[in-house]
């Protein structure tokens, strides 16, 4: 650094142009430091630019046309939609959040048909041996 301000100060006084290309060497030469004979340590970061975000449109479109109870199939269906929306703007939290309540929407409409088909199939099964029972001597 004292060659620096050596080189610098000197210039002035002498009333000389500056050589910017000696000042810019020793500049970045005590910018970087001596070269040591240290073995010199890396860290590899990998990251993920690209999140995966599921935003079940098969799941809610196979709710809508099969297990609709209650309309929840479409309302899910309506969510994986927006879910896709956002992800293709980039909007990650955004599609995460709607995919969430799409998820949420699927299960409700999977369980509330499945227990509506258990209990039909429990109705038909009753009511045919009480009517068998019946017209039987």
Not at 38 to 51: D, G, L
Request: charged residues 10%; hydrophobic residues 45%; contains cysteine.
């Amino acid at each position: 650094m004292s060659n620096v301000s050596k080189t610098f100060f000197s210039s002035v006084n002498t009333g000389l142009t500056p050589n910017y290309e000696e000042l810019r060497e020793e500049h970045q030469i005590a910018v970087l430091g001596a070269p040591s004979s240290a073995a010199v340590t890396s860290t590899v970061i990998n990251v993920h630019s690209e999140v995966s975000v599921p935003d079940h449109v098969v799941w809610s479109l196979f709710n809508t046309l099969f297990m609709n109870w209650c309309c929840l199939g479409f309302v899910a269906f309506a969510y994986s939609v927006k879910s896709r929306d956002r992800k293709m703007v980039g909007d990650v939290t955004g599609a995460q959040a709607y995919a969430s309540t799409a998820k949420c929407l699927n299960i409700c409409a999977l369980i509330g048909s499945l227990l509506l088909t258990v209990i039909a199939i429990v109705v038909v099964a009753t009511s045919s041996a009480v009517i068998f029972q019946a017209f039987s001597p």
